[in-house]
């Protein structure tokens, strides 16, 4: 089992910025890609960003060019930097991790762990 582990959520005025830190524990050597999904009130999870372990990225369209998805493997994190932030961006962020890398090639839902989530609020 792997156990995710998000942190750096709150409350930002549009326009702001914030990182977002997920920290993997457990069963690590059997996950490669990792990412971000978000679920709006109302509205089904989406995928953010997904990296793989080698470092090859998926960014879904809302979000080219504001936020970035990094990864440090020697510390089995991933972070989400979020620029530029909009009023709909607010939704509860998961962390998520897979045994191989479909969500990066193609964008499919994939993940096989997931994080609690951690809240973004956006104020307009």
């Known amino acids: 089992q792997v156990q995710l582990v998000e942190s750096g959520g709150g409350l930002v005025q549009a326009g702001g910025s914030l990182r977002l830190s997920c920290v993997a524990s457990g069963s690590i050597y059997t996950i490669n890609a990792m990412g971000w999904y978000r679920q709006a009130p109302g509205k089904q999870r989406e995928l953010v960003a997904a990296?793989?372990?080698?470092?090859?990225?998926r960014y879904a369209t809302s979000v080219k060019g504001r936020f970035t998805i990094s990864r440090d493997n020697a510390k089995n994190s991933v972070y989400l930097q979020m620029n530029g932030l909009k009023a709909d961006d607010t939704a509860v962020y998961y962390c998520?991790?897979?045994?191989?890398?479909?969500?990066?090639?193609?964008?499919?839902?994939?993940?096989?762990?997931w994080g609690k989530g951690t809240l973004v609020t956006v104020s307009s």
């Open positions: 998520g991790a897979e045994r191989g890398i479909t969500v990066v090639t193609t964008g499919r839902y994939a993940m096989d762990y």
């Open positions: 990296i793989s372990a080698s470092g090859i990225t």
